[in-house]
């Protein structure tokens, strides 16, 4: 009885108006519709992300006397233009790349076996002989494995590049009206919801500048990581520059994560590549360089006073919204958390006076 007696205490606290009940409905709808309708109408929810990250710049194009429809127009020029730059440019260099990566798998294959038989050789006692062939073994069957499937993979994906590219063609025109007709979406929305609604405003008021900034910010770390990371891997001459500088510009997307898991390939291609000479440590010198210089110079002129999140409410966050959406959950796992923070931080107690 004292249990229930608590727990009705809770709710009593947690629900105090009809606003935060309408609020908790509203987020179960929508958590339902992302689960049933979200693959259906990934496109337009993309558009949507895009129209968000664009909206900035639509807007320094009015307060340049520019008209709204021209600057909708000329902000969707400037962005199909890099779109088709990078499918163009980028994108063909880092797929052939990728294969080239594939093709050489045996070769690495070949070098590790080396290196544990040396391991093997210098310390018997360590690394005893048929521990490192049955080590060798094991690898030689993984990388023909993932060679295999890298293959049986590329066949089967060809049937999805129209479904490609219904998606590319499907994302603009969606990012066209997003921009287009903010206002009268925006007033078509409004009138599903309370007239009276302190909870609301005060989450939008949080949200909408942590959101945008954050957003805009990543876009911008990805560009300007990936750039430094090609040309710094160019220069060293380090083999398939493209593919990872892409592969580490596409790691901040996941914080803590993304970095850790990118530093692998690196360190493969650059050891199959130098050897444990200068040119290989070069190239880690560097890596670490940018990385440092990502986290703690770049990182915080893009986010400061964005993200206020505990590192492990991040990690969290990555772990549980990646695991249910896979790569989009990944890159909307930290605006997912704003989003959950603010609606805590706004969440009326029977205690406290809600001010608007």
């Known amino acids: 009885m004292q249990f229930l007696k608590v727990l009705g205490q809770w709710l009593n606290r947690i629900f105090a108006t009809s606003e935060s009940i309408f609020l908790l409905f509203l987020f179960i709808g929508f958590l339902l519709f992302l689960l049933l309708l979200g693959k259906f109408i990934a496109p337009i929810l993309t558009g949507f992300v ?37 499918s163009i440019v980028i994108l ?42 049955a080590v060798m073994a094991q690898l030689t069957d993984s990388l023909r494995d993932m060679r295999t499937n890298f293959v049986s993979w590329s066949v089967r994906q060809t049937p999805n590049v129209i479904a490609l590219l219904i998606f590319l063609v499907l994302v603009p025109i969606s990012m066209f009206f997003f921009l287009k007709d903010r206002q009268q979406l925006g007033k078509f ?8 609604r302190p909870i609301l405003d005060r989450i939008a008021r949080e949200v909408t500048p942590q959101l945008g900034s954050y957003i805009r910010g990543k876009f911008i770390e990805i560009v300007i990581v990936s750039t430094v990371t090609y ?21 901040v ?20 590549q130098f050897g444990l000479t200068a040119e290989f440590f ?44 896979g790569i989009w959950g990944l890159f909307f796992a930290i605006p997912i958390a704003i989003v959950i923070k603010a609606v805590m931080n706004a969440w009326p107690r029977r205690d406290e006076e809600l001010t608007t």
């Open 231 to 251: 040309f710094t891997f160019l220069l060293l001459g380090l083999q398939y520059a493209a593919l990872l500088a892409l592969l580490v510009g596409l790691s």
């Open 92 to 133: 063909p260099v880092a797929w052939t790349q990728l294969q080239q990566t594939v093709a050489t798998l045996p070769q690495l294959s070949n070098t590790l076996t080396d290196v544990l038989n040396d391991l093997s050789e210098q310390h018997p006692t360590l690394i005893p002989a048929d521990t490192a062939e």
């Open 189 to 196: 929305f409004e009138q599903f919801f309370p007239v009276e």
């Open 282 to 325: 070069w190239v880690m010198l560097a890596y670490t360089v940018i990385q440092t210089l990502d986290g703690n110079l770049l990182v915080p002129l893009l986010f400061a006073e964005v993200v206020k999140l505990h590192p492990l409410a991040i990690i969290t966050a990555v772990l549980i919204f990646g695991g249910l959406w």
């Open 50 to 86: 895009f129209a968000y990250v664009l909206q900035g710049l639509v807007d320094l194009f009015t307060k340049w006397r520019v008209p709204h429809l021209l600057a909708v127009i000329v902000t969707m020029l400037l962005f199909v233009g890099a779109l088709v730059t990078l």
């Open 253 to 272: 997307i996941i914080p803590f994560i993304g970095a850790a898991v990118v530093t692998i390939p690196v360190i493969v291609v650059a050891f199959l």
